[in-house]
């Protein structure tokens, strides 16, 4: 599978958990969301950690004559 594909699935999912656990008024129900939320992130977290390792920024590498604009 993509890991594009993964990254998006795994960000819709979060979304749709952080919608359900606003509208949850039950504190047992918002923890079990909140934990979902948590592990959902974690997961994120993996795929962007490892994106930065396979491709961390050089400035070296950037074309732009002018280096950063900010």
């Known amino acids: 599978m993509d890991p594009e594909e993964i990254i998006f699935g795994l960000t819709k999912e979060l979304a749709a958990e952080l919608k359900i656990m606003s509208k949850t008024k039950d504190i047992n129900t918002k923890e079990t969301h ?4 948590k592990n ?3 997961s994120l977290g993996v795929f ?10 050089d400035p070296d590498d950037d074309d732009d004559e002018e280096g950063i604009p900010f």
Do not use: A
């Not at 962007?48 to 920024?57: I, R």
């Open 48 to 57: 962007f950690d490892l994106m930065n390792e396979m491709m961390p920024y």
């Open 40 to 42: 959902l992130s974690q």
């Open 34 to 37: 909140s934990r979902i939320i």
